[in-house]
T-cell receptor, first 112, second 117 residues
Framework: SQQGEEDPQALSIQEGENATMNCSYKTSINNLQWYRQNSGRGLVHLILIRSNEREKHSGRLRVTLDTSKKSSSLLITASRAADTASYFCATDLGGGRRALTFGSGTRLQVQP | SAVISQKPSRDICQRGTSLTIQCQVDSQVTMMFWYRQQPGQSLTLIATANQGSEATYESGFVIDKFPISRPNLTFSTLTVSNMSPEDSSIYLC??????????????FGSGTRLTVV
């Protein structure tokens, strides 16, 4: 079963605007990861935030984690048309299991 | 990070037939993971494949339908057997190279887009 939900399900913005995606999860986590998927292809790892971290940056990406609310957000600043993709949050299954469970995903469309 | 070669990238198959998907990793990995992504949906874990042992399947997935081989530490195959249109999905393999101390993400194959007609 999926770990949680993401919102919005779809987001359309203009180039240069910021995009914010939210992810909720259900169980305790060791870390939370964000991935990007272009046109139904393989996933590309974007950023990982550990459970003891509250915020992390990587280039134009900013991720926050609120373990008390079991939620995370991904902010893409100054978006570009090339950012058009689906974005997924993921956590490990827990109990020592290394496989990932994914959120429902957000489809981002950046209009040039 | 690892590089995974997954093939075929896409196929159109007749119902009742089987398709075997291959993933080759450029380094040795203990665990490989197989996922299914149904149209417009997120990824669902099918099974975890360890070298030298039977794969561990998730609820809703069975070995007869999705047999997995893991002959060595760099290679795995997933077969989709006796296909029906409901099996039309993207299938992805993935590896975790973090050695139990994740600072980096997992690596995914480029996916196999399967259409069953």
């Amino acid at each position: 079963s999926q770990q949680g939900e993401e919102d919005p399900q779809a987001l359309s913005i203009q180039e240069g605007e910021n995009a914010t995606m939210n992810c909720s999860y259900k169980t305790s986590i060791n870390n939370l990861q964000w991935y990007r998927q272009n046109s139904g292809r393989g996933l590309v790892h974007l950023i990982l935030i550990r459970s003891n971290e509250r915020e992390k940056h990587s280039g134009r990406l900013r991720v926050t984690l609120d373990t008390s609310k079991k939620s995370s957000s991904l902010l893409i600043t100054a978006s570009r048309a090339a950012d058009t993709a689906s974005y997924f949050c993921a956590t490990d299954l827990g109990g020592g299991r290394r496989a990932l469970t994914f959120g429902s995903g957000t489809r981002l469309q950046v209009q040039p | 990070s690892a590089v995974i070669s997954q093939k075929p990238s896409r196929d159109i198959c007749q119902r009742g037939t089987s398709l075997t998907i291959q993933c080759q990793v450029d380094s040795q990995v203990t665990m490989m993971f197989w996922y299914r992504q149904q149209p417009g949906q997120s990824l669902t874990l099918i099974a975890t494949a360890n070298q030298g042992s039977e794969a561990t399947y998730e609820s809703g997935f069975v070995i007869d339908k999705f047999p997995i081989s893991r002959p060595n530490l760099t290679f795995s195959t997933l077969t989709v057997s006796n296909m029906s249109p409901e099996d039309s999905s993207i299938y992805l393999c993935s590896v975790d190279m973090t050695g139990g101390a994740p600072g980096y993400g997992y690596t995914f194959g480029s996916g196999t887009r399967l259409t069953v007609v």
